[in-house]
């Protein structure tokens, strides 16, 4: 893990703002963002409960609304989807993986690790501590 502390030293910024402001943005490999979309939100909260249940992701955001368009068996598709987006240790996506495609409802759901490679070390920690995962 390599922290990066981030310098806000500027003299045009008051003290206070300064140290509010003052933080380490973490460069690590450890932790994703995993994409899912899902047709209805009532699906997106049921799955987000299974997989935040069995602290497999600390935080699960559901957009409900999103317009997706897209190939299917060769016709091209415009369907009204939500997204669910969880946050996770990045060591833990296949065991995601297996419990949605268990239970949703798509033949082929879009089930997408994207890495995070930098961000706020105590939201990495919160992360780390919300799923039990060695950070």
């Known amino acids: 893990m390599l922290v990066k502390p981030l310098n806000l030293s500027q003299p045009t910024l008051p003290s206070s703002l300064q140290e509010t402001l003052n933080f380490a943005i973490v460069e690590t490999p450890d932790f994703a963002l995993i994409y899912i979309t899902c047709p209805k939100e009532e699906e997106a ?10 602290r497999l992701a600390a935080c699960a ?17 415009e369907e009204g989807e939500c997204l669910l987006l969880l ?8 065991e995601v993986e297996k419990l ?16 995070l490679t930098a961000g706020l ?9 919300e799923t039990s995962f060695d950070y």
């Open 61 to 77: 955001n559901i957009v409900p609304r999103i317009r997706s368009l897209y190939w299917w068996e060769g016709q091209l598709q």
């Open 100 to 115: 949605v495609r268990t239970h949703h409802p798509y033949q082929v759901p879009a089930i997408v690790r994207l890495p």
């Open 87 to 94: 946050k996770a240790p990045y060591s833990y996506y296949e």
């Open 121 to 129: 070390e105590e939201y990495f920690r919160w992360i780390a501590t």
């Open 45 to 54: 909260v049921r799955i987000a409960r299974l997989v935040l249940e069995r």
